[in-house]
């Protein structure tokens, strides 16, 4: 009975993907009493894919941390992952802070802000990051008289609407810069997901055509929403932050609902076979 239930979960699966994008927070690993903790079945479900040799690549919005800070934490919870392996806002804007000469004034945890050259003077463009408690009326309104003053870029690291930390769902950077752009009449650019550009871009680091990759989330609109719209297939899974109403989203149809990290693995290996 299983392995015909497994059967039907590959024929559901229209697909045949040449490389695989993947979540970390809510797919790999939940955030439990201050560190890193795998999900069931998710350490054993990545090593797989890797033997598999699989083109692959993390792709994140993390933006508290770099890319660096976030292959130590899951080295620590037992992943086997380096850097370069990895895509988030962070690492994404620095190059185009670099490519385009850009002075950023920064609203994001300070050691982020530092890392992508504060500047609070002369700034030519403003990008906000997950800054937690530091999203405060004081820094909100700093912030948006950068934004109505002089013509600078705006950009968000990520625009997702909540993350899951600690068993509770917690509000992601989304709704301030919503907030920002709705009061700066500034449309924000933004770097991570759901941009169809950041699922591009990770495209060309393993060097697959995005049509032939497969997004694996947890988040119906930031992972399986903008990833499809992008032209990938999307698996969502249900952990993290995934909640039975996602199954039934009025717009987003994902590509397969998977019960886990290890079962999107195992659909997409047996595609393979």
Not at 66 to 73: D, Q
Not at 206 to 224: F, P, Y
Request: aromatic letters at 8%.
């Amino acid at each position: 009975r299983i392995q015909i239930l497994f059967e039907i979960s590959v024929m559901a699966f229209k697909g045949k993907p040449e490389g695989v994008l993947c979540d970390i927070s809510g797919v790999l690993k939940n955030w439990e009493d201050g560190k890193d903790v795998a999900i069931d079945g998710s350490l054993e479900a990545f090593k797989r894919l890797q033997d598999s040799k699989l083109p692959f690549l993390l792709c994140t919005n993390e933006s508290l941390y770099t890319v660096e800070e976030i292959a130590k934490n899951l080295r620590q919870a037992g992943f086997d992952i380096s850097p370069d392996k990895i895509l988030s806002p962070v690492s994404y804007m620095l190059k185009v802070i670099r490519e385009d000469n850009l002075r950023p004034y920064v609203l994001a945890k300070k050691s982020i802000a530092e890392v992508l050259s504060h500047h609070e003077e002369n700034a030519n463009c403003v990008i906000v990051g997950d800054a937690e408690h530091l999203f405060t009326y004081e820094n909100m309104n700093k912030t948006f008289r950068q934004l109505v003053t002089g013509d600078k870029k705006f950009y968000s690291l990520g625009k997702s609407k909540y993350y899951l930390e600690e068993g509770s769902l917690k509000l992601d950077l989304g709704c301030f810069v919503t907030g920002l752009e709705y009061s700066s009449q500034q449309k924000v650019s933004v770097i991570g997901k759901p941009s169809p550009e950041f699922f591009k871009k990770a495209a060309d680091i393993i060097g697959v055509d995005h049509k032939k990759l497969v997004m694996i989330g947890d988040d119906v609109e930031s992972d399986i929403g903008g990833s499809m719209e992008a032209g990938l297939l999307g698996i969502l899974v249900k952990t993290g932050k995934y909640r039975p109403s996602d199954s039934q989203h009025s717009w987003v149809k994902p590509s397969f609902i998977a019960d886990n990290m290890a079962h999107a693995i195992d659909v997409i290996l047996a595609t393979r076979a």
